[in-house]
């Protein structure tokens, strides 16, 4: 049976290391909604790192953003729908994992834009983007789409296993970095919660959902998809839990599948 709803992670699964999107992929993807198909970009990028993704795939449809925490309409370019970690839960959050990383620094993404501790080592923020920089109690003062929190000498998976055991559920710890970056957003908040939100909306069940990712981010989206396939370049743990694979997408490999679904 042909999928009712696509739903694909963006960098390291259709988006190059370059930052593009191939041909054949946007070919694809405009197929598949010409069918009637309904395709939700889910990610990690805030709203500001959307607009090149709109302009590229058509300005259409909607996009998951903030790992779960913002719903984005790529035609008008506006956040539609919010669920933001409140300001008490995301500073006990910080204090704990100060308490136990006193190295941590700290970043914070809002609708308002990003600031950051002065300790924090932004990778992919232009200076435009700044909007603060001061302690995380004088940053983080309205509720945030992601907390970000910053070790330099953790590895990612090292960082999010010492997180979790502090933070315990009043939080949702993952990563997407290659870094020691964590993304923190509200307890229960994930890329799957909000696909099943839009997904519901429409009368869409979770078997007719296909989905495509590549990092620890991604997984509970992979679980909860009826068919999940993991990029072949994608975090061992995105490997382990899944039994399909695609190429990477400088080999367009997202596209290359979306051609055989829906060529039926």
Aim: hydrophobic share 45%; glycine share 8%; aromatic share 4%.
């Amino acid at each position: 049976q042909r999928p009712r709803l696509v739903a694909t992670d963006l960098d390291g699964t259709i988006v190059t290391g370059s930052g593009e999107i191939g041909d054949r992929t946007v070919a694809a993807l405009q197929a598949v909604e010409a069918l009637g198909v309904p395709v939700v970009f889910v990610t990690g990028r805030p709203p500001r790192w959307m607009g090149q993704i709109a302009a590229r795939t058509g300005h259409t449809g909607l996009a998951v953003c903030a790992n779960g925490a913002l719903l984005y309409d790529l035609h008008t370019e506006s956040v539609v729908e919010t669920f933001p970690l409140s300001v008490d839960a995301g500073l006990e959050v910080a204090r704990r994992l100060r308490a136990a990383l006193p190295d941590i620094a700290f970043a914070v993404e809002s609708l308002e834009g990003f600031a950051h501790e002065s300790a924090y080592r932004p990778r992919w923020v232009s200076p435009d983007d700044v909007h603060r920089i001061a302690d995380v109690e004088e940053i983080f003062d309205r509720p945030a789409t992601k907390l970000l929190a910053r070790h330099e000498q953790l590895g990612p998976d090292e960082l999010l296993a010492a997180a979790r055991g502090v933070v315990g559920d009043l939080a949702t710890l993952t990563h997407s970095s290659t870094s020691g970056l964590l993304e923190i957003s509200a307890a229960g908040v994930s890329k799957a919660t909000t696909l099943a939100r839009v997904c519901a909306e429409r009368g869409i069940d979770a078997a007719d959902v296909v989905a495509f990712g590549d990092m620890p981010n991604d997984l509970p989206m992979l679980a909860w998809a009826g068919r999940a396939y993991a990029v072949k370049t994608a975090h061992p743990d995105v490997l382990d839990a899944v039994d399909l694979v695609v190429d990477p997408p400088e080999r367009d490999g997202v596209a290359q599948e979306l051609e055989r679904l829906f060529s039926r």
